[in-house]
């Protein structure tokens, strides 16, 4: 057997109403790829968090290498040679590329390191050249997509050199081909006998990259065990601890003939061309297509958020002239975008008011008061329609998991009622259990009457949720599928269906 680079035993963390970490326990060795696996608010961040010295733990102990060691800051988890790259991405948006990948480094043993622009570009340009990416070192963070921004993290890690290397989530945003170059990268750094810890919700990744697995469920330790010797099954089982909510039969074709939505002819400059299509009530209409392809930006169009350079736009049959997100909302329009950092939450209030304030006057009362009963009633009901899982309304979002800070994205949409929905990425980032949750909402909200566009790069998430599918590369509509004619193999012919 292998080293056994890392020891944690007994780990306790509370915050206040949480127990988070409760006698856990995990274990890393040399050259392997451990998943760490659980449910939304299981506490995979935090025992991540108390490993990289992020958070300071109530009790338990951390053995590196054979020798207890203690770890009170991120600093001193670098040094044991201990990396991570965060769930929500931590870059300085202003910077440039390469300055985000050596931000922090500070001089070592008085030999003044100055940041050499020159420098740090070529050093980064090598760095992307190993990930075979391709990507221009001097280009600002804010450019970048969600996707590119995610690899500059995982470069940014890789550039430490560490024998310990942590993942949470670092595909969550990845496309296919860009998942397959991670994958490589992390063969390879295994080989060369780096520890791995891999973070993910998309089961079908463990078999592909893990060597063992271990489960985690309400802040404990489940078990440990060999990828190769359990089905992904019995891993989703040890996750949940119930049964799911599972729909196998693919929604059939809307006979809907009520048209809600028309776009004509949609253009913006490179990323949009030429784009038409309809949307019928209760109807799900999967937008399926590889990174880039136009989908968030058609759906940007729509929503106001960025400007056209020609189309039209027709709600139930009236032409509307859409100039910003509040038109949107006006003609009955809400988009959940896949940034939930960026446009979704005010992270530093709490989940009542994420949920229910931008929608506050529907909750105005006498002399124009809101009526806190009613909000938080409001608020509470879609908490538990979506099992969000918080100590309290009261909780700041940004204590919330990740993929419950997603819900909470879903839940102040639903407080808006709107008739047309558009989900960018629903559920990026969300557990299996609280995946089938929403797919069930989304099939709820369809049958409801209200209509729904649904852009997701997961297929079978598409097959399996879309009443019709519209696929795009390179900014056009190159296909459509009933749901009885898609399979895997046709969306991907129609999605790299280049000019
Ligand atoms: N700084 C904090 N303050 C208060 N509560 C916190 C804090 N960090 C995490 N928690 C809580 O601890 C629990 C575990 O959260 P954690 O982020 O570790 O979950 P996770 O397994 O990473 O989930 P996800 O898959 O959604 O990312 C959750 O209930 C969360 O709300
Ligand atoms: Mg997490």
């Known amino acids: 057997m ?3 680079l890392v020891l944690m035993e007994g780990i306790e963390k509370r915050f206040p109403g949480v127990h988070a970490l409760s006698q856990c326990q995990f274990e890393l060795r040399a050259g392997e790829v451990h998943a760490l696996v659980g449910e939304n608010g299981a506490g995979k961040s935090t025992l991540m968090k108390v490993l990289t010295g992020v958070y300071k733990k109530d009790a ?14 991120p600093r001193a ?29 500070e001089p070592r043993k008085g030999i003044k390191f100055i940041l050499n622009e020159n420098e740090i570009n070529e050093k980064t340009k090598e760095l992307f050249e190993m990930m075979h990416l391709d990507l221009d070192p001097r280009i600002r963070v804010s450019d970048l997509t969600v996707a590119k921004q995610q690899m500059v993290e995982i470069a940014k890690a890789l550039s430490y050199n560490s024998e310990v290397l942590i993942m949470d989530e670092p595909t969550s945003a990845l496309s296919d081909a860009e998942i397959e170059e991670l994958f490589r990268i992390i063969r390879q750094l295994r080989d060369k006998g780096v520890g791995i810890i891999y973070i993910s919700h998309r ?23 060999r990828t ?10 040890m996750m949940v601890g119930r049964e799911i909510y599972e729909t196998s039969r693919a929604n059939p074709e809307t006979n809907s003939q009520d048209v809600v939505l028309e776009v004509k002819n949609l253009n913006r400059g490179r990323e949009i061309k030429d784009v038409s299509f309809n949307l019928k009530k209760g109807e799900i209409l999967g937008f399926a297509g590889l990174m880039g392809a136009g989908r968030t930006e058609v759906a940007r169009a729509i929503f106001g958020a960025d400007p056209i350079d020609s189309g039209e736009i027709y709600v139930k049959g009236k032409k509307i002239n859409i100039k910003s997100p509040g038109d949107a909302v006006k003609c009955g329009i809400g988009y959940l975008s896949e940034d939930r950092k960026r446009y979704g939450l005010a992270l530093g209030m709490d989940v009542e008011s994420n949920i229910v304030l931008a929608n506050f006057e529907k909750f105005l009362g006498f002399l124009g008061r809101v009526n806190t009963a009613k909000t938080r009633a409001e608020a509470q009901l879609h908490v538990d329609e979506l099992s969000i899982k918080t100590p309290s309304l009261q909780q ?5 998991s990740g993929g419950n800070q997603q819900k909470v994205v879903i839940g102040k949409w639903l407080v808006r009622d709107c008739d047309i929905l558009i989900f960018d990425e629903p559920t990026r980032g969300i557990d299996v259990g609280a995946k089938s949750e929403i797919y069930k909402l989304l099939n709820d909200l369809a049958e409801s009457g209200k209509s729904i566009i649904m852009i997701s790069s997961e297929l079978p998430e598409i097959l399996r949720m879309s009443h019709r599918i ?21 969306i991907m012919q129609y999605a790299t269906m280049r000019e």
């Open 396 to 400: 700041k979002v940004k204590y919330l």
């Open 77 to 105: 988890a670098q040094e044991l040679g201990i990396s991570i790259i965060h769930q929500e991405l931590n870059l300085m948006p202003h910077l440039t590329v390469a300055q985000n990948i050596f931000i922090g480094r």
């Open 470 to 490: 519209i696929v795009m590369c390179e900014g056009r509509i190159t296909g459509e599928l009933s749901t009885a004619e898609a399979t895997q193999e046709r």
């Open 228 to 237: 190769e010797e359990v089905t992904i099954d019995r891993i989703i089982n």
């Open 203 to 225: 089961m079908e990744e463990l078999k592909q990259i893990s060597d063992r697995v271990t489960v985690m469920r309400d802040g404990r330790y489940i078990d440990t065990v």
């Open 2 to 4: 292998d080293e056994v």
């Open 60 to 73: 338990g102990r951390i053995f590196y290498k054979g020798k207890e060691v203690e770890i009170p800051n």
